[in-house]
């Protein structure tokens, strides 16, 4: 069974940046696209970024657009999400998750949305002051 461990999360001023680190175990990681997620407190969890299974092609929500990028590293199990130019709006709980189940064998193809993603990390808190 695939499981997911998030890390990397903390305290920044705006401005500032973090890197999340997701480390994947029991199962074929490079099979799999891979996707960040975040809930603002009472808020729902949304779309922040999304990978394919070889790396080559990834996709973000507009307003991380030029901040935010996704890589992946298959050979650690390891997917990361670099957040640069941090801003309070950024503040979230921050979810990785896996399509262990993916609904097509496109090695380029990513997901957006939050149903195609079966396996999900215990989160990370990231919180931005201004």
């Known amino acids: 069974q695939v499981q997911l461990v998030e890390s990397g999360g903390g305290l920044v001023q705006a401005g500032g940046s973090l890197r999340l680190s997701c480390a994947a175990s029991g199962g074929t990681f490079s099979r799999y696209p891979m996707g960040w997620f975040r809930q603002a407190p009472g808020k729902e969890r949304k779309f922040v970024a999304a990978?394919?299974?070889?790396?080559?092609?990834?996709g973000y929500v507009d307003s991380v657009k030029g901040r935010f990028t996704i890589s992946r590293d298959n050979a650690k199990n390891t997917v990361y999400l670099q957040m640069n130019s941090l801003e309070p709006g950024d503040t979230a709980v921050y979810y990785c998750?896996?399509?262990?189940?993916?609904?097509?064998?496109?090695?380029?193809?990513?997901?957006?949305?939050?149903?195609?993603?079966?396996?999900w990390g215990q989160g990370t808190q990231v919180t931005v002051s201004s």
């Open positions: 990978i394919s299974r070889t790396g080559t092609s990834s």
């Open positions: 998750a896996a399509a262990t189940k993916p609904r097509d064998s496109i090695t380029y193809a990513y997901y957006t949305g939050a149903q195609l993603y079966d396996v």
